[in-house]
């Protein structure tokens, strides 16, 4: 059974910093691209980032320069670093994967406030 499982959320000041992590399981984790989303309330599903299997990263323009998405093959985890919080990045966090059918998280939640 593929499984993703993140954590690592919580609540935030701005300016803060935040590492979330996902937990793999279920499928070849090493050769998957794996994808960050991310969806506010009352907004619609944000695609955040995506790193390929030779670790090609890319970003929504909204977290570039922020947010940094990385992977460890030999622990099946995927991460999403954040620094330079703001307000407008509190949301629910979700990993997911797409190619070789979709599958995404239960999420942790972001809050960003004073």
């Known amino acids: 059974e593929v499984q993703l499982v993140e954590s690592g959320g919580g609540l935030v000041q701005p300016g803060g910093s935040l590492r979330l992590s996902c937990a793999a399981s279920?499928?070849?984790?090493?050769?998957?691209?794996m994808n960050w989303v991310r969806q506010a309330p009352g907004k619609e599903l944000e695609w955040i980032s995506t790193?390929?299997?030779?670790?090609?990263?890319s970003y929504a323009d909204s977290v570039k320069g922020r947010f940094t998405i990385s992977r460890d093959n030999a622990k099946n985890t995927l991460y999403l670093q954040l620094n330079s919080l703001k307000t407008e990045d509190t949301a629910m966090y979700y990993c997911?994967?797409?190619?070789?059918?979709?599958?995404r998280g239960q999420g942790t939640q972001v809050t960003v406030s004073s």
């Open positions: 790193i390929t299997r030779t670790r090609t990263t």
């Open positions: 997911e994967k797409t190619f070789g059918g979709s599958v």
């Open positions: 279920g499928f070849n984790f090493d050769i998957v691209p």
